[in-house]
């Protein structure tokens, strides 16, 4: 299936918090919803778990994800009953506003693609790292374990490349 999901803002809640339980096979495949890739991209990245688009039909039912709709605003609030959708791209709402928070932004983005392009579920325990972090320094200090997780993975040329990349995001962020 070509469609691409987004997580909800229940889902990003369930991502950082546990706050609903699911178990490891629901998370898995929550943490990989981006908003950018296609349920087959990820159903074939998860095909060693034994993932099936009914997980994705059971996060979908649960309020945990949605269908992408391109230019979407943010909908209906938690208060409603309606989740609104909100893709894994976008930062946590608590750095929003606040001093530094586009280059929060821009490092939670960074982090989130490198992890999600090059580790997979390599990434996993990294990506709920940069998950909860909650502002710059907090991302700033995930570069290290970023750089471990790529070098075992991708090897050096690779590592290097996007390390030079997150350090002018770094350089922007806290300057």
Avoid: W
Avoid at 43 to 62: C, I, N, R, S, Y
Avoid at 66 to 95: D, V
Avoid at 151 to 157: C, I, L, S, T
């Amino acid at each position: 299936m070509t469609s691409t999901y987004q997580k909800t803002d229940k889902g990003q809640e369930e991502i950082r918090t546990r706050a609903y339980h699911l178990d490891q096979k629901h998370r898995a495949l929550l943490l990989m919803v981006n908003g950018e890739k296609t349920c087959d991209e990820i159903l074939f990245q998860l095909q060693p778990l034994g993932m099936t688009q009914a997980v994705f039909d059971e996060l979908e039912q649960g309020g945990y994800i949605c269908l992408q709709t391109p230019g979407a605003a943010t909908g209906k609030s938690a208060q409603t009953g309606n989740p609104a959708p909100t893709a894994r791209t976008e930062p946590p709402a608590t750095a929003v506003g606040e001093p530094g928070a586009e280059g929060y932004q821009r490092l939670y983005r960074f982090y989130t693609e490198i992890i999600s392009r090059y580790l997979g579920l390599r990434g996993y325990l990294l990506e709920m790292k940069v998950e909860k972090a909650s502002n710059v320094t907090e991302l700033v200090a995930l570069r290290e374990a970023l750089r471990n997780n790529l070098a075992k993975v991708r090897g050096e040329p690779d590592t290097s490349n996007v390390i030079a990349q997150l350090d002018l995001l770094i350089d922007e962020a806290t300057s």
